[in-house]
């Protein structure tokens, strides 16, 4: 018997960003409804709220973000709530990873102390997505235990999906992972380290931040003696300092989204996403 013929009513989820709205959708289905705060196209690092959107926040069964040190303009929204939302950065394994490059200037310094000192765009690592799709599921069992036995499945046929599409990108990537390259922002350091990817460094911690002199011209030393092969910029920013910066030069631009813009939420959305994403960093490492 299927979850979606058990189960008569649907919990009403909220979640600030389109990839926790992916991570919790792949794994619930039908068990909720799971809307998504901010508009597409939208940054976390630079969104102020509406009082719509308040609204919307108030009238969740559930609200899901990421937590203060990614989402600031949350807080005090957050702290009024009724029932208490669920930060996926605080405590638990989402919180947890390796850290892929150091900051190298006082600026970045304070952009990571900000952090926690931990990469708060947990969503880009499958481990790191399952350890939050796991915080989701205990939530919803300590609210609605009659339904536990059903969100342990959801989130046990989840595990096993994502255990195959994580299998089939290793796969996937060994074929670029020496291939160095650099990212506009520096948001995708958990992809990075648990592909194995060769990411050279960023332009920058803060998408609103201009990259300091001293970086941009590492950078252009690196592109000029092929140590890097492509450089990625994001949809939600203009980045005239990358065309720029490599002008002249025989270096590929891919495009990486770290918000999912363009995934349908629904089953397999996460999935979609990480194959979205190592697919550009296939295309444009192998010149494709």
């Known amino acids: 018997m299927s ?5 008569a009513g649907q919990v009403r989820v909220l979640a600030s960003i389109k990839p926790i709205q992916l991570i919790a959708q792949d794994m619930l289905g039908d068990l909720a409804q799971i809307g998504v705060l901010l508009p597409p196209g939208s940054s976390p690092h630079h969104y102020s709220l509406k009082p719509s959107s308040i609204a919307q926040i108030h009238d969740a069964d559930l609200f899901i973000w990421g937590g203060p040190g990614l989402e600031l303009f949350l807080t005090k929204t957050v702290s009024q709530l009724e029932h208490p939302a669920l930060a996926l950065l605080e405590g638990g394994e989402a919180h947890h990873h390796e850290e892929a490059q150091t900051a190298d200037t006082e600026a970045d310094a304070h952009h990571e102390h900000d952090h926690g000192g931990s990469d708060p765009h947990f969503w880009m690592a499958p481990e790191r997505a399952l350890a939050a799709a796991d915080l989701i599921k205990d939530r919803l069992v300590e609210r609605y235990p009659e339904n536990a036995a059903l969100y342990e499945q959801a989130y046990n046929d989840f595990a096993a999906r994502l255990a195959v599409t994580d299998q089939q990108l290793q796969q996937q990537l060994k074929a670029v992972g020496d291939t160095g390259f650099y990212v506009f922002h520096d948001a995708f350091g958990s992809f990075v380290t648990h592909y194995q990817l060769n990411q050279l460094g960023y332009f920058t911690v803060d ?36 065309a720029s910066l490599i002008r002249g030069l025989d270096i590929r631009v891919g495009r990486l989204d770290p918000l999912a813009v363009a995934i349908d939420a629904g089953p397999d959305g ?8 190592a697919d550009s960093f296939t295309n444009c490492l192998s010149g494709e």
Do not use: D, M
Request: proline share 8%.
């Open 3 to 7: 979850l979606q013929t058990v189960y």
């Open 207 to 242: 998408p609103g931040r201009k990259p300091g002199a001293r970086r941009l011209s590492e950078i252009r030393t690196a592109l000029e003696t092929n140590q890097a092969r492509c450089v990625f910029v994001e949809p939600q920013f203009k980045a005239p300092v990358v």
């Open 270 to 277: 996460y999935s979609n996403y990480l194959q979205s994403l």
